[in-house]
């Protein structure tokens, strides 16, 4: 070979060295390695984003951080006692302890008070006092956990779009529920509001340890749908949360929504206490003998009838947060003061009772069954009992009055539907909103309404956005499964991505 040939090799076999190096130094991105907590050191995992992470962007991810210690059955939740060495921090922990779906078993543990985190990352330099989103999910206060898988086997609440669209930090956590969460007598014996109080405790971890992640403990949003809807919306009004949240969105659920509120605790315990053999007559000893029963037969001791029931569905929602004079100290409507700065989203899906409509109505689901008038006005008097016949009749004719030009079975069936969102959802959302301003001093009051259909094939056509149906969109699921969703899909997503985290950020 001429001496020019072998130059002209080596500085090729150079460039590609140097260019590997070049991207391999791309690759290796800023990431926050070990972190210290109150509770010891932990280690999470970083992801490239992108081809190999060219780009230099990606996330920091850790799975499974206590956040209070194993809590003890039916009492409020302690500080966690911390660990020696370093706390690997790779995998979601199991849910709260749960019935399945089917009602006929449990799932999940006890210990179960763990958070995750997301942190965006760039290229040279670690994020720094990025603002703080705290998700809250939902379930009926019975089901859930901040991992829930979705269809296509991902995690319907992975943070990692929101966190690296949005360039915010995304946390979600565990809470108790059922009879574990919320099971009280309504007196000192039994309080209950064990859910709400762990949530607090996730908050309250979060404000102390976000900045060694590169968080801004000043500039933390929590948000959360349905029964989390509610349970931010709770949390802002408790006083225990003073001073620790600036920002808060509720998506299809209000602290003022008929099912927000149990307000006769003590009927509810005594059916459980009554199913595992416990005392009726005096609190105390019932309080005694349901703390030592085993929390799985407890679990299992209350069930949500789904046929055949007498009243509607949102009745049979018995395990619910309580006015206990201290974490709830007083009924929602008076606690908005509470809430007077801090910045609040809330709203509705144009359809979010349809689920519940289906379960108090059956036909309304099924293109071939019909919806009468007597159908109907059994559901309106249902719901309007307090205002008997009176209220019921004048319901009624408000909500059929367009029946005299539309009298179609897909009328009747949408009417239904409105019907019961305004009463589960839109109203109660509004008059939160309203007293959200009316309370305001610093805070800003927004409200939404989402209506993009959930082209759901199980679903009659004229179904526009039914309860759930944004959470996809919210954490960018379009993205993550492509396949799944078409353009408009991810047009919606990231336009709500953007306005969340715009708010978190700017408020």
């Known amino acids: 070979m001429a001496p020019e040939a072998g130059i002209r090799t080596m500085g090729r076999l150079e460039l590609a060295v140097l260019g590997l190096a070049c991207c391999l130094a791309v690759v290796s991105a800023a990431t926050l390695g070990v972190v210290p ?295 929602p409507i008076n606690l908005f003061a509470n809430a007077a700065d801090i910045d609040c989203i809330a709203g509705t899906n144009d359809m979010d009772g349809y689920t519940f409509a289906s379960i108090d109505v059956p036909a309304i689901n099924v293109d071939l069954l019909t919806v009468t008038g007597e159908d109907f006005f059994k559901l309106v008097s249902q719901v309007t009992i307090a205002k008997g016949p009176r209220g019921a009749n004048a319901t009624f004719d408000f909500y059929t009055a367009s029946w005299a030009e539309d009298s179609s079975q897909e009328a009747k069936k949408k009417t239904v539907v409105d019907f019961e969102t305004d009463v589960l959802f839109l109203m109660p959302t509004k008059m939160a909103m309203a007293q959200h301003r009316a309370n305001a001093k610093s805070a800003r009051t927004y409200t939404y309404l989402y209506s993009h259909p959930a082209h759901n094939p199980l679903y009659p056509s004229w179904v526009g956005a039914d309860h759930g149906d944004n959470l996809q969109y919210v954490f960018g699921r379009p993205f993550a499964t492509p396949l799944g969703y078409r353009a408009q899909d991810r047009t919606v997503s990231r336009t709500m991505i953007a306005y969340w985290t715009n708010f978190a950020r700017t408020g």
């Open 37 to 331: 907590t109150e509770g010891g050191f932990v280690e999470g995992f970083n992801k490239k984003l992108g081809l190999f992470g060219i780009g230099g962007r990606s996330v920091d991810i850790f799975k499974g951080i206590p956040f209070a210690a194993p809590p003890k059955a039916l009492e409020n939740p302690q500080p966690h006692p911390g660990w020696q060495g370093t706390l690997k921090a790779k995998d979601f922990k199991q849910p709260c302890l749960q019935v399945t779906l089917a009602q006929d078993d449990t799932e999940g543990s006890e210990d179960c008070l763990y958070l995750n985190i997301w942190v965006p990352q760039g290229q040279k330099e670690v994020s720094q006092n990025l603002s703080v989103m705290i998700w809250i999910y939902g379930g009926g206060f019975l089901l859930g956990s901040a991992h829930d898988k979705s269809f296509f086997n991902n995690y319907e609440y992975d943070g990692e779009e929101i966190a690296t669209r949005g360039n915010v930090i995304l946390v979600t956590f565990n809470y108790r529920l059922g009879a574990l969460g919320f099971l009280s007598t309504g007196d000192a014996n039994l309080p209950g509001n064990y859910g709400l109080r762990d949530q607090h405790m996730a908050i309250v971890w979060v404000k102390r340890n976000i900045a060694a992640f590169g968080g801004d403990p000043d500039n933390i949003t929590i948000f959360g749908e349905s029964a989390g809807g509610v349970s931010v919306s709770l949390q802002t009004l408790s006083p225990y949360n003073k001073g620790l949240i600036q920002r808060a969105i509720s998506q299809s659920g209000v602290a003022l929504v008929p099912w927000a509120i149990q307000k006769n605790p003590l009927s509810w315990a005594k059916g459980i206490a009554k199913e595992v053999g416990c005392p009726l007559d005096d609190t105390a000893r019932m309080a005694e003998c349901l703390k030592v029963t085993d929390t799985q037969t407890l679990t299992l001791a209350y069930k949500v009838p789904l046929l055949g029931q007498k009243y509607p569905f949102q009745y049979y929602l018995g395990l619910l947060p309580v006015v206990d004079g201290d974490f709830i100290p007083d009924d």
